[in-house]
Antibody, heavy 122, light 111 residues
Framework: EVQLVQSGAEVKKPGESLRISCKAS????????ITWVRQMPGKGLEWMGR????????DYSPSSEGHITISVDGSINTAYLQWSSLKASDTAIYYC???????????????WGQGTPVTVSS | QSALTQPASVSGSPGQSITISCTGT?????????VSWYQQHPGKAPKLMIY???DRPSGVSNRFSGSKSGNTASLTISGLRAEDEADYYC???????????FGGGTKVTVL
């Protein structure tokens, strides 16, 4: 079974750093891109960026560029989403998802991780 | 880049059919087959329902179907059931300065 399991909920203060994880299993990790999606409280889905685990090449949305870093550790089939300085506006649920079909170059997401709630508050 | 445009809410009675629209531009929906639809129940992760405009993943009911005309994609749910009550999001590849766009989401209510 293809599965993405994310790390647990986080509570941080503004200015702190954070890295959340997404561990993949059930498929060849380097065969499909991983995407990260944000969902702010009561709001819709927002694409943040994606990474190709085969070469670590990444793309970011304009609103995410420079504020987050997406990375992978192929030795443990895990993708990461990282902030160096959190803001209160980063409070959201963050989902990782595999680009579907088991190959790179697709633009649909299946499956999704269970989500990691992040709360940033002083 | 603005999100794709979806109606905020759509409702129907059990057994009826409903259609959710998703309007984009020639930079996304209009010129590419990379439209997908996701169902999200409260407190749950999104679930893929339709990909590449009209393909249905294994395990998704054939009551769900997708189509596209010009810059607008549509998701139709036929034989509406109580368990279909959820939020639905469309998504598309885009050639603008981001790779993927989502719609704002549509809340489906089963009356």
């Amino acid at each position: 079974e293809v599965q993405l399991v994310q790390s647990g909920a986080e509570v941080k203060k503004p200015g702190e750093s954070l890295r959340i994880s997404c561990k993949a299993s059930g498929y060849s990790f380097t065969s499909s891109w991983i995407t990260w999606v944000r969902q702010m409280p009561g709001k819709g889905l927002e694409w943040m960026g994606r990474i190709d685990p085969s070469d670590s090449y990444s793309d970011y949305s304009p609103s995410s560029e420079g504020h987050i870093t997406i990375s992978v550790d192929g030795s443990i089939n895990t993708a990461y989403l990282q902030w160096s300085s959190l803001k209160a506006s980063d409070t959201a649920i963050y989902y990782c998802a595999r680009h579907g079909g088991g190959v790179s170059g697709t633009y649909y997401f299946d499956p999704w991780g269970q989500g990691t709630p992040v709360t940033v508050s002083s | 880049q603005s999100a794709l445009t979806q109606p905020a809410s759509v409702s129907g009675s059990p057994g009826q059919s409903i259609t959710i629209s998703c309007t984009g531009t020639s930079s996304d929906i209009g010129n590419y087959k990379y439209v997908s639809w996701y169902q999200q129940h409260p407190g749950k992760a999104p679930k893929l329902m339709i990909y590449d405009v009209s393909d249905r993943p294994s395990g998704v009911s054939n009551r769900f179907s997708g189509s596209k005309s010009g810059n607008t994609a549509s998701l139709t749910i036929s034989g509406l059931r109580a368990e279909d009550e959820a939020d639905y999001y469309c998504s598309s590849y885009t050639t603008t300065n981001t790779l993927v766009l989502f719609g704002g989401g549509t809340k489906v209510t089963v009356l």
